[in-house]
């Protein structure tokens, strides 16, 4: 079962919990008012669920507070990891536009859209390239190909970290005492 999906079953037990024992206590409150009969075996009966619920719910609130904790790592780690990516792709960046200043400096051809990359980068660093190239204008010129790849132009389809958490495959299991469906005293 993925993240997400664990999260709305648990979510929707939490909520069945939460109202079978508002339930519970209600009848408890409306025989304590006298509003209906019960015999003093159907009170202890309804004492023992309600004591029962309301354990299962304590277990099933603890749970869950653990299982948005596991979330959130998740969520963080996958986060970290989109930002190093990102920091990475940066960096290679900056590495290819100082390799084209430097090409261009030394009065070598690259190609038009290395130019207009480095141009786009930092057009400081792209005029100091064009100045030193016309110093450097009677030496030999090297011809270069181009640094980006057409696959380094493609936009990323990433998702957000909670949509890579929810989509994750879930180790946490909600325990099988807090998602039982009968909750009257045994």
């Given at each position: ?7 709305r079953v648990?979510?929707a ?5 939460n ?12 025989y304590?008012?006298?509003e ?8 202890d ?21 653990g299982f ?10 996958e986060?970290?990891?989109q ?19 430097r ?9 038009p ?8 980068y ?16 009677n030496?030999?010129?090297k011809e270069?190909d181009?640094?980006w790849d057409?696959?380094?132009e493609?936009?990323?389809?990433e998702?957000s970290?909670?949509?890579v ?22």
């Amino acid at each position: 079962m993925k993240i997400g999906e664990a999260s709305r079953v648990y979510s929707a037990q939490m909520n069945k919990l939460n109202s079978q024992k508002n339930l519970l206590k209600a009848q408890k409150k409306a025989y304590e008012k006298g509003e209906i009969k019960m015999t003093e075996e159907q009170a202890d009966k309804l004492a023992k669920s309600i004591d029962r619920i309301e354990l299962q719910y304590q277990k099933a609130s603890e749970f869950m507070e653990g299982f948005g904790t596991y979330k959130e790592l998740l969520r963080n780690a996958e986060s970290a990891k989109q930002q190093r990516d990102a920091m990475a792709e940066k960096a290679e960046e900056d590495a290819k536009c100082i390799e084209i200043m430097r090409r261009i400096a030394h009065g070598d051809k690259v190609p038009p859209y290395d130019e207009q990359k480095l141009l786009d980068y930092n057009a400081e660093m792209y005029q100091m390239a064009k100045n030193m190239a016309l110093l450097a204008e009677n030496e030999k010129r090297k011809e270069h190909d181009s640094l980006w790849d057409e696959d380094d132009e493609k936009p990323a389809n990433e998702m957000s970290p909670d949509e890579v958490v929810d989509n994750t495959e879930c180790s946490m299991v909600m325990p099988a005492e807090i998602m039982a469906e009968d909750f009257s005293a045994e």
